[in-house]
């Protein structure tokens, strides 16, 4: 399977602290996302980082790629109650229009 | 408009049924896509159309039917479905410029089916 596999599964801290999220993959790839999805919705784009970038910003998102050990973390610093989702990397593995999703890490932030 | 529009948000049918989900998107984009979403599962990528042509089909039983009319509305037509086939179907669409995974995806929120 090209699927990718996130850690943690799940994470719960209190609002202020920092989220670090991570994500593995099997393949190259050429660019590296990251989705959040609200309880039963749809899946919102964060951020998208380049192959040849090591590390993004986009407001309190910071994201690494590391393609030597083929895994990008996701960083949310001073996390509030409505950052509370799940979070899923997605990368393309060859020149077709297939985006693959990480297996997701499940946020819970509480008050 | 940078909207995903998926109609019904819930569908609830039989193993006989024949039932069509659709989504619709306004801002000219030309790659379209259905996943399948389980809980607390991923989404899987079903299909994708580019330019109105399907161009990726995941190996998806044939009881699910995709349809691409025009750049704007993306039809998946569901018949004799398996209780296993309960799930979140998304639909999402980019611009249909560059593959590889270098595109952001558009998604709407979804249809939550239950065959029963």
């Known amino acids: 399977s090209q699927q990718g596999e996130e850690d943690p599964q799940a994470l719960s801290i209190q609002e202020g602290e920092n989220a670090t999220m991570n994500c593995s993959y099997k393949?190259?790839?050429?660019?590296l996302q990251w989705y959040r999805q609200n309880s039963g919705r749809g899946l919102v784009h964060l951020i998208l980082i380049r192959s040849n970038e090591r590390e993004k910003h986009s407001g309190r998102l910071r994201v690494t790629l590391d393609t030597s050990k083929k895994s990008s973390s996701l960083l949310i610093t001073a996390s509030r109650a409505a950052d509370t989702a799940s979070y899923f990397c997605?990368?393309?593995?060859?020149?077709?229009?297939?985006?693959?999703f990480g297996s997701g890490t499940r946020l819970l932030v509480r008050p | 408009d940078t909207e995903v529009t998926q109609t019904p948000k819930h569908l609830v049918m039989g193993m006989t049924n024949k039932k069509s989900l659709k989504c619709e998107q306004h801002?000219?984009?030309?790659?379209m896509y259905w996943y399948k979403q389980k809980a607390k599962k991923p989404p899987e990528l079903m299909f994708v159309?580019?330019?109105?042509?399907?161009?990726i089909n995941e190996s998806v039983p044939s009881r699910f039917s995709p349809e691409c009319p025009n750049s704007s509305l993306l039809n998946l037509h569901l018949h004799a479905l398996q209780p296993e086939d309960s799930a979140l179907y998304l639909c999402?669409?980019?611009?249909?410029?560059?593959?590889?995974?270098?595109?952001?995806?558009?998604f709407g929120s979804g249809t939550q089916l239950s065959v029963l």
């Open positions: 999402a669409s980019s611009q249909g410029e560059v593959t590889g995974g270098s595109e952001k995806l558009f």
């Open positions: 997605a990368y393309g593995v060859d020149s077709s229009y297939k985006l693959i």
């Open positions: 801002m000219g984009h030309r790659a």
């Open positions: 393949t190259s790839i050429n660019n």
């Open positions: 159309y580019s330019y109105e042509k399907l161009s």
